[in-house]
């Protein structure tokens, strides 16, 4: 079936450094691909979102990098700050229904 | 706060009773959502709406699950007959189609327990 995975369940950087946060997907008919980060005991936020046929979006100290070939996404955070602490999940969806299929997650651990 | 309220916030019931879940959207948002998210996953899909209609259905919602938007507003997510395996947090996401943005907004969530 369709599946969206993390390869890392937690992730730790130092404060101020780059965060990369990884994920592998299998639906190659996915319309378009989000990032939400989840803080406890909060709903997912949106944070980005990439249509497939793009293969890099930026945002506010955020970048999503897209590889079709080898079903790949990524999460960028530059300058990690504390408040980036959260579980980051992607997630992939249709165009027809908007309705979202979520991986797993990844903590993001700042240190400071 | 992103507009998409819950209640109650949490449930505590015992295993037998019915228990019934609120979500208010976005006021001019035409689609509702609903998942479940146990602990260390991510939400999975149960149902959607769009205006009053209940598009699709995942079939993780069983018949002991019921979803209603009666008004195009709100909606309610009843579960009778609560098992401890539906202790979980249901999250209520809603958006506005036809943007191209696809961004859900999601609720707080209500955290099922059942004893």
């Known amino acids: 079936g369709e599946s969206v995975g993390l390869h890392l369940p937690t992730l730790s950087v130092q404060e101020g450094d780059n965060s990369i946060i990884n994920c592998a997907y299998s639906n190659s008919a996915s319309d378009y691909f989000i990032w939400y980060k989840q803080e406890s005991g909060k709903g997912p936020q949106f944070i980005i979102d990439?249509?497939?046929?793009?293969d890099k979006r930026q945002g506010q100290r955020v970048t999503v990098l897209l590889n079709k070939t080898v079903k790949h996404l990524s999460l960028q955070i530059a300058a990690t700050q504390p408040g980036d602490s959260a579980v980051y999940f992607c997630?992939?969806?249709?165009?027809?229904?908007?309705?979202?299929?979520f991986g797993k997650g990844t903590r993001l651990h700042i240190l400071p | 706060d992103t507009g998409v309220s819950q209640d109650p916030r949490h449930k505590i019931t015992k295993r037998g009773q019915n228990v019934t879940f609120r979500c208010d959207p976005i006021s001019e948002h035409n689609r509702l959502y609903w998942y479940r998210q146990t602990l260390g996953q991510g939400p999975e899909f149960l149902t959607y709406f769009q205006n009053e209609a209940q598009l699709e259905k995942s079939r993780l919602l069983s018949d002991r699950f019921s979803a209603e938007r009666p008004k195009g507003s709100f909606s309610t997510l009843e579960i009778q007959r609560t098992e401890q395996g539906d202790s979980a947090m249901y999250l209520c996401?809603?958006?506005?189609?036809?943007?191209?943005?696809?961004?859900?907004?999601f609720g707080p969530g209500t955290r099922l327990t059942v004893t």
């Open positions: 996401a809603s958006s506005l189609d036809g943007t191209s943005i696809h961004e859900q907004y």
């Open positions: 990439i249509r497939s046929n793009m």
């Open positions: 997630a992939e969806g249709m165009n027809r229904d908007d309705k979202i299929i």
